[in-house]
Each structure stands twice: as structure tokens, then as C-alpha cells.
């Protein structure tokens, strides 16, 4: 068993893979004894993921607020509390808040061979953005 106490540092999302303030917690990094890495993710209002993929897919479980996810090519749907969304492997999606609400959730994704768990892509524009959301219920 592995035990790791509470009180890491909370890390602002970067520039690069986010569209507005997001912050992230780690929770899991993979290494030698597990591929598997999961962090919790809290947008801000308006804030989201740039495009991006993960080579061995990943895994969203919502934990508070509402917010949205859409694959390329894909609708924009809406997403709450207790949601799990899987993502297939080099599917390429974004995911954030919706304009007037925060949203947080557990993301989980599994590193390849080379440990690579995400390749980021160019920024979700305004107007990918503001599609209208099919609701998930």
C-alpha cells in the first residue's frame, strides 16, 4: 500500500492547454507501478481545454458544477455532477464550464509505452464554444 498525504500544491492550468482560469490537482502521476495518472480539474466560468487527445483515452467523472464536452466534428453536450464520460483513445475532444457556471472533475487517462498521457492541440474557439449543448439527460 502507498499512502500519500493530503496538501500538494495547487497548480494553475497553463496558457497553452486552457482557455481562461483553470486550476488542477494532481492526484496521481504515472510511474513505474501504474500508467494510470488522475487529476481534479476546476474551471472557472468560460474556461476550457484546448483541443487535445490521449493515446490511451481517458476518463471524466464530474464532480461539481456544470460544464460541457464535444469531439471533433462532434455536438457540444452538457455535462453535471456524478457524469463519467470515456473518451476513445486519439479521439480529440475539449472540455470546460459553461459561461455562467463552474465545473470541476476527476480526470483520468493512462500514459502509452513512451509515457505520454495527452497531446495538446490549438485553442477551442469562441465559436466552437458557444454551440448550443445537447443536455446529457
Same mark, same amino acid.
Not at 476527476?106 to 502509452?112: G, S
Given at each position: 500500500?502507498?499512502?500519500?498525504?493530503? #496538501?500538494?500544491? &495547487? +497548480?494553475?492550468?497553463?496558457?497553452?492547454?486552457?482557455?481562461?482560469?483553470?486550476?488542477? /490537482? @494532481? $492526484?496521481?502521476?504515472?510511474?513505474?507501478?501504474?500508467?494510470?495518472?488522475?487529476?481534479?480539474?476546476?474551471?472557472?466560468? #468560460?474556461?476550457? &481545454? +484546448?483541443?487535445?487527445?490521449?493515446?490511451?483515452?481517458?476518463?471524466?467523472?464530474?464532480? /461539481? @458544477? $456544470?460544464?460541457?464536452?464535444?469531439?471533433?466534428?462532434?455536438?457540444?453536450?452538457?455535462?453535471?455532477?456524478?457524469?463519467?464520460?470515456?473518451?476513445?483513445?486519439?479521439?480529440?475532444?475539449?472540455?470546460?464550464?459553461?459561461?455562467?457556471?463552474?465545473?470541476?472533475?476527476?480526470?483520468?487517462?493512462?500514459?502509452?509505452?513512451?509515457?505520454?498521457?495527452?497531446?495538446?492541440?490549438?485553442?477551442?474557439?469562441?465559436?466552437?464554444?458557444?454551440?448550443?449543448?445537447?443536455?446529457?439527460?
Amino acid at each position: 500500500m502507498k499512502f500519500t498525504q493530503s #496538501g500538494g500544491q &495547487t +497548480a494553475s492550468g497553463p496558457e497553452s492547454w486552457f482557455t481562461g482560469t483553470v486550476f488542477i /490537482d @494532481g $492526484i496521481r502521476n504515472p510511474d513505474g507501478q501504474s500508467a494510470v495518472g488522475c487529476a481534479h480539474v476546476r474551471f472557472t466560468p #468560460g474556461a476550457r &481545454t +484546448a483541443w487535445h487527445t490521449h493515446p490511451k483515452g481517458q476518463t471524466l467523472y464530474v464532480t /461539481d @458544477g $456544470i460544464g460541457y464536452v464535444a469531439s471533433r466534428g462532434g455536438r457540444v453536450q452538457e455535462i453535471r455532477p456524478g457524469d463519467v464520460i470515456y473518451i476513445e483513445p486519439g479521439e480529440e475532444h475539449w472540455h470546460g464550464a459553461t459561461a455562467d457556471r463552474f465545473m470541476a472533475h476527476i480526470a483520468i487517462q493512462e500514459a502509452d509505452d513512451q509515457g505520454q498521457v495527452v497531446m495538446w492541440g490549438e485553442h477551442v474557439t469562441d465559436h466552437e464554444y458557444g454551440q448550443p449543448a445537447t443536455a446529457t439527460n
